[in-house]
């Protein structure tokens, strides 16, 4: 057989290497926060370009570890036509992903933004979800303040005991473990113990909550997979064709504080509001939903109620009738449950029927078994969160609740199971979220891909 002279021609017009070697010859390393110096002394670098298309279209595949992309470089020819031949080693990959963490995580914006050109993203409905994705630690590295108190105690009396043996040994020096045995335990007895008050000033800082000490910013969390440290991620997908307008990454146990600030970082993205947002009623939090409805924005997130689907109860709080002007409900058997009080903790005011009333009502024992009388609370915002509850069952909101799975669930579908991405590879906050970024560009670029072919998403990033 005769072999071609050139690489090129083993690389096909609708290679999809094609679409990612656009993408990345597009993107503005100045807004990326990427500058080379043409000065340096000693060997050049690699233009970073090349390393962001190593980078992007591995991540793609799922290739992740830098010397899983090394060994690409050397026998993938889709790899050896991206990167022009050149064949930078493992610890180059690692350290420019390593040195660039802010800058990966602005690339899904300027994907978006190019999108938004293109008129693929409309940014009028937009759909957030969160998936826990483990950490590059282990959750028995773990530390609590009384993990501490114990590793501190044992830690001091090894160091007596090593200053014991060491006396011991002067005196008889015949038979015993040599000096500088013990002088090397005793260092690293006592590095151990400057670790461990490191970690107590951490747990200090952060008010005695868990601190892991291979990842400090990293979070446990329970899946269904077992208990794990590691961090939420959080995506915002458009309507139109599913695609990813922002990222980010928190390490926060639960979605309920973050639907404004996901929201809001898609606005940066978009320079523009919404008109509608939707997410799953784990992000139920009235203060966050609040900070959205006050922009004329309409908010599509059942209460947890309304997603249980359960049927209400006999004598349920919906049962009672509310006065707003007299500030008191009224039960099934037409007594007055009075205000009695606000626990400010749990932002709900608090009524009770009269004792007497109770015990002598004929449905005590089902109503209410509290010899106190009945308790009826109301959160300070309850107009809010009835007004947000009737919204989502209109039928419109219905018809966008019902597209959200199909939409923003995708997106971590495709990252988890399609690129096995069971845990980040980089640690810290800044880390991940640039590991995010690059897999929600990976995400978006594929459907690109799927949308418009590869010779037409040649075309439009040239031009």
Not at 65 to 91: A, C, I, Q
Not at 160 to 188: H, N, Y
Not at 200 to 225: H, I, P, W, Y
Not at 440 to 450: D, E, G, Q, V, Y
Request: aromatic share 6%.
């Amino acid at each position: 057989m005769l072999f071609p002279q050139s690489i090129e021609e083993y690389v096909p017009q609708e290679a999809p290497v094609r679409a990612y070697d656009a993408f990345v010859e597009a993107l503005d390393l100045d807004e990326l926060g990427i500058q080379i110096d043409p000065h340096k002394v000693g060997c050049p670098e690699y233009d970073p370009k090349v390393m962001l298309k190593l980078l992007i279209y591995g991540y793609s595949y799922g290739i992740r570890s830098s010397r899983k992309l090394e060994r690409e470089t050397h026998y993938n020819l889709s790899f050896m036509w991206l990167v022009g031949g050149l064949r930078p080693d493992h610890k180059t990959i690692a350290e420019f992903r390593r040195m660039n963490k802010s800058a990966l995580s602005k690339v899904l914006r300027q994907c978006a933004r190019f999108c938004i050109k293109l008129d693929l993203i409309e940014g009028n409905t937009l759909f957030v979800d969160g998936s826990k994705i483990r950490g590059n630690a282990s959750i028995k590295n773990t530390w609590t303040e009384q993990r501490c108190q114990r590793h501190l105690e044992r830690i001091d009396e090894r160091i007596g005991q090593i200053l014991s043996e060491c006396d011991t040994v002067d005196e008889m020096e015949d038979g015993q473990p040599s000096l500088v045995r013990l002088d090397e335990e005793l260092k690293d007895a006592e590095a151990l113990k400057a670790k461990v008050k490191a970690i107590m000033e951490e747990l200090e800082s952060r008010d005695g909550k868990s601190v892991n000490g291979t990842d400090a910013e990293c979070m446990n969390f329970k899946g269904r997979q077992g208990s794990h440290a590691g961090y939420n991620a959080q995506v915002v997908v458009d309507r139109k064709h599913g695609l990813i307008v922002s990222s980010d990454v928190v390490n926060e146990n639960t979605d309920c504080r973050q639907f404004a600030n996901q929201i809001e970082q898609a606005h940066g993205t978009l320079e523009h509001q919404c008109e509608v947002a939707c997410a799953d009623s784990g992000y139920c939090d009235l203060d966050e939903l609040e900070k959205i409805d006050q922009q004329d924005i309409k908010v599509v997130v059942p209460s947890c109620a309304q997603a249980s689907g359960k049927q209400a109860e006999s004598f349920d709080k919906r049962d009672f009738r509310y006065d707003g002007r007299r500030d008191c409900y009224t039960c099934p058997a037409g007594e007055v449950l009075s205000y009695c009080g606000t626990e400010p903790e749990k932002r709900r005011k608090v009524y009770r029927a009269k004792r007497s009333v109770c015990v002598r009502c004929r449905h005590f024992g089902v109503c209410t078994n509290s010899r106190r009388g009945r308790k009826v609370t109301r959160l300070l915002k309850e107009e809010l969160k009835e007004r947000l509850e009737a919204q989502y069952e209109q039928a419109d909101s219905q018809d966008v609740y019902r597209l959200r799975k199909l939409k923003v669930e995708l997106v971590f579908g495709h990252i988890k199971r399609n690129l096995k991405v069971d845990s980040f590879l980089l640690r810290g906050l800044a880390g991940v979220r640039g590991e995010m970024g690059l897999l929600a560009s990976c995400f978006n670029i594929a459907r690109l891909i799927t949308i418009i072919g590869v010779s037409g998403l040649v075309a439009k990033f040239g031009s």
